[in-house]
T-cell receptor, first 113, second 114 residues
């Protein structure tokens, strides 16, 4: 069983479209995250939810909107896609009170054309 | 602000040689420190972590790292490189507390040659 699963794995779409990426974790963790990895492999946190509550919201365009229906799911919706949104998006989860690292999904490669 | 610095964006070693990937953190308070590996077109896998217990931490695939407070370093080593070690390696730092976040270094690409 995959611990943190993301769908889709690949997403190719045109500029201006709206798309969503889904993430689910079966580890029982209470916190989930979205990271963006750019073409130079740099990883930057975008959002974090703890028990469905938004706790980290980095400087991200408001075209990006996370949604957490329950603590096992964290989806990312992107409106009006731009060329610069092309990247790999990683979902991750952790248990806040254990000081552990995060468990990452396998990523969603978004290409905007 | 918490951060980590990885010296060397690209390291090349021969198969069987020592691997040394450098990571320094910037903080007066020892944070939690992690090394992750990313193989091509894959996600990030945790190699090892330091959480204020033993300063010498052993991880998977024969890797280990030593936390040195005096040098604010957490370098990753492996005695003998294998071709399968070729990947991108990320050092990351985190503090406890609500809204703490895992902050990554810029990564080091390890190349292993015959």
């Amino acid at each position: 069983d995959t611990a943190v699963s993301q769908t889709p794995k690949y997403l190719v779409t045109q500029m201006g479209n709206d798309k969503s990426i889904k993430c689910e974790q079966n580890l029982g963790h209470d916190t989930m995250y979205w990271y963006k990895q750019d073409s130079k492999k740099f990883l930057k946190i975008m959002f974090s939810y703890n028990n469905k509550e938004l706790i980290i919201n980095e400087t991200v365009p408001n075209r990006f909107s996370p949604k957490s229906p329950d603590k096992a799911h964290l989806n990312l919706h992107i409106n009006s896609l731009e060329l610069g949104d092309s990247a790999v998006y990683f979902c991750a989860s952790s248990q806040e009170d254990r000081g552990h690292g995060y468990t990452f999904g396998s990523g969603t490669r978004l290409t905007v054309v | 602000a918490q951060s980590v610095t990885q010296l060397g964006s690209h390291v090349s070693v021969s198969e069987g040689a020592l691997v040394l990937l450098r990571c320094n953190y910037s903080s007066s308070v020892p944070p939690y420190l992690f090394w992750y590996v990313q193989y091509p077109n894959q996600g990030l896998q945790l190699l090892l972590k330091y959480t204020s217990a033993a300063t010498l931490v052993k991880g998977i695939n024969g890797f280990e790292a030593e936390f040195k407070k005096s040098e604010t370093s957490f370098h990753l080593t492996k005695p003998s490189a294998h071709m399968s070690d070729a990947a991108e390696y990320f050092c990351a730092v985190r503090y406890t507390g609500t809204a703490s976040k895992l902050t990554f270094g810029t990564g080091t690409r390890l190349q292993v040659t015959l």
